[in-house]
């Protein structure tokens, strides 16, 4: 979300430019005879006004789609093309382009991380969240005797060398036996089990 309406003609120059760094984001799905597969696609991608839902199926048998509405730019893509990281990368860019063009602003970094909340906790994002999933399970079914596990997606971008867009994630799954534990008790668990898990 910006803090002036989007010029739609400015970032139908952005996304072509951005489709340029990412060509893999041109791609089609099809059927093979055993499996699916991408192939790329020679067709032009036009930024479109928000007319639906989030998570609504995308037209034209496109794999992403990038709409506007008034200040915020709407980034959709199909799992079968990339993963949160591959989106994430391509949605920076695209913004980091749309404001060179305005305001020639060079900077890629457009989106900066980090909470509060976590760092109370010395957690990362994703140990905090995942402590208080736990926890609000725990809180409904806390007669339950089997351990709550909740499946982490984990960017493989970090522990090998590549920049690619496409999916590149594994999974791991965190499990925690709740028994009307404090949120503090849950967090130190979750972070050994990470660091366990992801070693």
């Not at 340029?20 to 991608?45: A, D, H, Q, R």
């Not at 140990?127 to 926890?135: A, D, G, N, Q």
């Amino acid at each position: 979300t910006l803090l002036e309406p989007v010029k739609v003609d400015i970032l139908n120059k952005a996304l072509d430019e951005t489709l340029e760094e990412y060509p893999i984001f041109k791609s089609s799905l099809k059927k093979g005879i055993f499996w699916y597969y991408l192939e790329e696609v020679n067709k032009n991608y036009e930024v479109k006004m928000e007319d639906k839902s989030p998570c609504s199926k995308i037209s034209n048998n496109n794999l992403f789609e990038v709409s506007v509405y008034k200040n915020r730019i709407n980034l959709e893509v199909d799992h079968a093309l990339t993963d949160g990281t591959g989106t994430l990368t391509f949605l920076k860019s695209l913004v980091a382009n749309y404001l060179n063009s305005l305001y020639n602003i060079k900077n890629n970094e457009v989106i900066n991380e980090g909470s509060i909340k976590a760092k109370e906790f010395d957690l990362t994002i994703t140990e905090y969240l995942t402590s208080v999933l736990i926890k609000s399970i725990g809180e409904v079914k806390n007669k339950s005797k089997k351990p709550i596990v909740i499946t982490i997606p984990v960017n493989l971008r970090k522990y090998y060398p590549t920049y690619t867009v496409r999916n590149f994630f594994s999974v791991v799954n965190i499990d925690y036996l709740y028994n009307n534990d404090t949120f503090r008790d849950i967090a130190k668990s979750v972070k050994n089990k990470f660091k366990e898990k992801l070693d």
